[in-house]
C-alpha cells in the first residue's frame, strides 16, 4: 500500500484566483494521478503526472487551465487556475505503488469551493 | 472508450440487512477494484479483484471477468457501512489509468 497526503484539505476561494494542491506519497513511485470529483457525481481523471516529463491530459482538460509539477518520485502539485464556481470539487492524487496494472490508492482529497 | 455501469444507483436498507451491488463493464480489463467513499469524501480500498472471490469481514466479492461483472456483497449492514460505492478497472488498452463506474449510494438506516 501506500501512505498519501494532500495539502491543503479544503479551501474556499474567490473566482478569478488560482489554487496549488500537493500531494506526497511515502514511497517513490513512477505515475501519479490527478482527479476530479464533481459534487454528486464520480471520479474523472484529469492528468498522469509523469516524473521527468510533461503530464498527459484527458480530454476536456489542459495544461493551461490544471498545471502539474512532478519534480521528483515521490511529489507533484496540481494548480486549478482562474477559478470559476463550476471548479468547485473534491481533487484526489492516487498512485499504483505496485507499479502499472496493480493497486491503486488514493489521498484524501481536497474539497474545493470557489464563491 | 470502456463503459462502466453500477446498479442500483441509490440502496436504502434497514441495519442488519444483506445487499449485492453490481458493476458491469463494456470491455477486457486488466484489473478492478472496489472503494468506499465515506462521507468525508476519502476512498477507501475494499477489494482488488481483477478475477475471482475475495472475502473481507462482512464484506465479499466475485468478479467473472470474461462476463465483464463485478458484485460486491455486504452481509449484516451497519449504520457505518453508508456512503458511496465505486467500481473501477483499468481497461487493457489503458496503462494503469483507472475508469470508475458511476458508483452506488448506500443509506444504512437504524
Known amino acids: 500500500s501506500a501512505v498519501i497526503s494532500q495539502k491543503p484539505s479544503r479551501d474556499i476561494c474567490q473566482r478569478g484566483t488560482s489554487l496549488t494542491i500537493q500531494c506526497q506519497v511515502d514511497?517513490?513511485?513512477?505515475?501519479m494521478f490527478w482527479y476530479r470529483q464533481q459534487p454528486g457525481q464520480s471520479l474523472t481523471l484529469i492528468a498522469t503526472?509523469?516524473?521527468?516529463?510533461?503530464?498527459?491530459?484527458e480530454s476536456g482538460f489542459v495544461i493551461d487551465k490544471f498545471p502539474i509539477s512532478r519534480p521528483n518520485l515521490t511529489f507533484s502539485t496540481l494548480t486549478v487556475s482562474n477559478m470559476s464556481p463550476e471548479d468547485s470539487s473534491i481533487y484526489l492524487c492516487s498512485v499504483p505503488p505496485g507499479g502499472s496494472y496493480n493497486e491503486q490508492f488514493f489521498g484524501p482529497g481536497t474539497r474545493l469551493t470557489v464563491l | 472508450g470502456i463503459q462502466v455501469e453500477q446498479s442500483p444507483p441509490d440502496l436504502i436498507l434497514q441495519e442488519g440487512a444483506n445487499s449485492t451491488l453490481r458493476c458491469n463493464f463494456s470491455d477486457s480489463v486488466n484489473n478492478l477494484q472496489w472503494f468506499h467513499q465515506n462521507p468525508w469524501g476519502q476512498l477507501i480500498n475494499l477489494f482488488y479483484?481483477?478475477?475471482g472471490t475475495k472475502q473481507n469481514g462482512r464484506l465479499s466479492a466475485t468478479t467473472v471477468a470474461t462476463e465483464r461483472y463485478s458484485l460486491l456483497y455486504i452481509s449484516s449492514s451497519q449504520t457505518t457501512d453508508s456512503g458511496v460505492y465505486f467500481c473501477?478497472?483499468?481497461?487493457?488498452?489503458?496503462?494503469?489509468?483507472?475508469?470508475f463506474g458511476s458508483g452506488t449510494r448506500l443509506s444504512i438506516r437504524p
Open positions: 479483484i481483477p478475477s
Open positions: 514511497s517513490q513511485v513512477t505515475m
Open positions: 473501477a478497472v483499468t481497461p487493457y488498452s489503458s496503462a494503469s489509468k483507472i475508469i
Open positions: 503526472a509523469n516524473q521527468g516529463s510533461e503530464a498527459t491530459y
